[in-house]
């Protein structure tokens, strides 16, 4: 009997994980964290604190717990003859606890993930983990005792992202991964939606559902939007020019530094992105060491530098996705400090990961599984809601309770 486990993601945006298994045969899908933060103090293995902070899923069978302070079952005493950690996408809240497995630990993820993960290795901006990582071409199987799992590319804000569609026991479940339609592949969603069909359980992300609606709620900006509000901007206006964006978004870097190129006013990148940036472009990459001011550059600045900026003559800082996101984090507020500080107006051109609540339900619909489950989202309920009015039939789990698929999935 199959049975599915629900470890984290019902009612945040991010940190998603659930585990399907036979008794004999594993796989787990997603492996991030909101954040690493512990106590230090406590004596214990990092693995265990973060376990014990609810940061890690306390998914028994799959830690080295020989070290924890407290018995908790872990790959020695596993009887699982064989399993696997599948990743949809290189988002910290995706992937950022695969440090913590054991050495031996197969992890899986598309191939352009994989290439990805390896160039941010190489520039500095990933760690080294102990689990064996394998990078997996789209649609092709991996096999993990009875379950075959492929990777299905979608539309996101990171290259590699990808859906992940399980069979095993004549059932195929799809878990869609963080999806939108306002990228810089939207067609991807189309070919998504064909190439997992049939689908008899659906996990899909719900992160617009976390929002109150209004009357625009679902007229998202468009990557397209971002490029064309930059180009204004290069062109209006004469004096420094300061840009925060996510390293992981690489359609983004390389479109922006190319348009600069083209503009004429080249983005001066910082050593990380630069490295970054010439491993996906053949376009020149100009790098700064030291901030020269010359009042009239474009600039990009990581957040860990943005006291840096008050050396430059005042000007426009752009943020676009990059840390700190957004006013829950309490790095935001000292970033907003520093640039009123050093007279920076700041603008927001982010453009979200993440489809409208429209889309989601367009995407939900077409792929026409027999049961959704609502995620990755902080108002699960509101999105079952809306999955039902749309003729859809939700389940929405409890955290960390076992439940038997053919359960789920009775009529």
Same mark, same amino acid.
């Given at each position: 009997?199959?049975?599915?486990?629900?470890?984290?993601?019902?009612?945040?945006?991010?940190?998603?994980?659930?585990?399907?298994?036979?008794?004999?045969?594993?796989?787990?899908?997603?492996?991030?964290?909101?954040?690493?933060?512990?106590?230090?103090?406590?004596?214990?293995?990092?693995?265990?604190?973060?376990?014990?902070?609810?940061?890690? %899923?306390?998914?028994?069978?799959?830690?080295?717990? +020989?070290?924890?302070?407290? !018995?908790?079952?872990?790959?020695?005493?596993?009887?699982?003859? =064989?399993? #696997?950690?599948?990743?949809?996408?290189?988002?910290?809240?995706?992937?950022?606890?695969?440090?913590? $497995?054991?050495?031996? &630990?197969?992890?899986?993820?598309?191939?352009?993930?994989?290439?990805?993960?390896?160039? /941010?290795?190489?520039?500095?901006?990933?760690?080294?983990?102990?689990?064996?990582?394998?990078?997996?071409?789209?649609?092709?199987?991996?096999?993990?005792?009875?379950? =075959?799992?492929?990777?299905?590319?979608?539309?996101?804000?990171?290259?590699?992202?990808?859906?992940?569609?399980?069979?095993?026991?004549?059932?195929?479940?799809?878990?869609?991964?963080?999806?939108?339609?306002?990228?810089?592949? %939207?067609?991807?969603?189309?070919?998504?939606?064909?190439?997992?069909?049939?689908?008899?359980?659906?996990?899909?992300?719900?992160?617009?559902?976390?929002?109150?609606?209004?009357?625009?709620?679902?007229?998202?900006?468009?990557? +397209?939007?971002?490029?064309?509000?930059?180009?204004?901007?290069?062109?209006?206006?004469?004096?420094?020019?300061?840009?925060?964006?996510?390293?992981?978004?690489?359609?983004? /870097?390389?479109?922006?530094? !190319?348009?600069?190129?083209?503009?004429?006013?080249?983005?001066?990148?910082?050593?990380?992105?630069?490295?970054? $940036?010439?491993?996906?472009?053949?376009?020149?990459?100009?790098?700064?060491?030291?901030?020269?001011? &010359?009042?009239? +550059?474009?600039?990009? $600045?990581?957040?860990?530098?943005?006291?840096?900026? =008050?050396? /430059?003559?005042?000007? &426009?800082?752009?943020?676009?996705?990059?840390? %700190?996101?957004?006013?829950?984090? %309490?790095?935001?507020?000292?970033?907003?400090?520093? $640039?009123?500080?050093?007279?920076?107006?700041?603008?927001?051109?982010?453009?979200?990961?993440?489809?409208?609540? #429209?889309?989601? /339900?367009?995407?939900?619909?077409?792929?026409?599984?027999? !049961?959704?489950?609502?995620?990755?989202?902080?108002?699960?309920?509101?999105?079952?809601?809306?999955?039902?009015?749309?003729?859809?039939?939700?389940?929405?789990?409890?955290?960390? &309770?076992?439940?038997?698929?053919?359960?789920?999935?009775?009529?």
């Amino acid at each position: 009997m199959d049975c599915i486990t629900f470890w984290n993601g019902l009612h945040t945006i991010g940190s998603n994980i659930f585990s399907l298994d036979n008794g004999k045969n594993r796989v787990i899908m997603d492996f991030g964290m909101p954040d690493e933060n512990y106590d230090h103090d406590s004596g214990m293995p990092a693995a265990e604190a973060l376990i014990s902070a609810g940061k890690l %899923p306390k998914i028994p069978y799959l830690f080295d717990t +020989r070290q924890f302070t407290k !018995r908790f079952p872990g790959i020695h005493d596993s009887e699982f003859q =064989s399993q #696997a950690v599948f990743v949809s996408h290189l988002h910290l809240d995706h992937n950022s606890g695969l440090k913590y $497995l054991p050495e031996g &630990t197969d992890v899986y993820m598309s191939e352009a993930a994989k290439n990805l993960y390896d160039a /941010l290795l190489m520039c500095g901006m990933e760690v080294e983990v102990a689990a064996d990582l394998h990078g997996v071409p789209f649609n092709e199987t991996v096999q993990v005792g009875d379950y =075959s799992v492929s990777f299905i590319e979608n539309d996101h804000d990171t290259i590699g992202s990808a859906g992940i569609l399980i069979e095993g026991g004549n059932q195929r479940i799809l878990h869609s991964g963080d999806v939108r339609k306002n990228g810089y592949h %939207p067609g991807n969603m189309e070919t998504f939606i064909e190439q997992a069909q049939p689908v008899d359980l659906l996990m899909i992300e719900g992160t617009s559902f976390s929002f109150l609606s209004d009357s625009s709620d679902d007229v998202q900006r468009t990557e +397209r939007d971002l490029l064309d509000d930059f180009t204004q901007l290069l062109i209006d206006e004469d004096k420094n020019i300061v840009i925060n964006p996510y390293p992981r978004n690489i359609d983004r /870097l390389t479109s922006l530094n !190319r348009l600069s190129i083209k503009m004429d006013r080249p983005i001066y990148w910082d050593a990380e992105f630069s490295k970054l $940036l010439k491993i996906y472009t053949d376009d020149p990459v100009h790098t700064w060491t030291d901030l020269e001011d &010359t009042k009239h +550059r474009v600039i990009q $600045l990581h957040f860990s530098d943005i006291e840096k900026i =008050s050396g /430059l003559s005042p000007g &426009t800082y752009i943020h676009m996705n990059g840390e %700190p996101l957004g006013d829950y984090d %309490p790095r935001y507020e000292i970033m907003q400090t520093i $640039l009123q500080r050093s007279q920076f107006e700041f603008k927001d051109y982010s453009v979200s990961g993440h489809a409208s609540k #429209a889309d989601i /339900l367009t995407i939900a619909e077409s792929v026409n599984p027999q !049961r959704v489950v609502p995620w990755h989202t902080f108002e699960p309920e509101k999105q079952g809601t809306a999955l039902r009015k749309n003729g859809m039939t939700p389940f929405i789990p409890k955290k960390e &309770t076992p439940y038997l698929l053919s359960d789920i999935l009775k009529p």
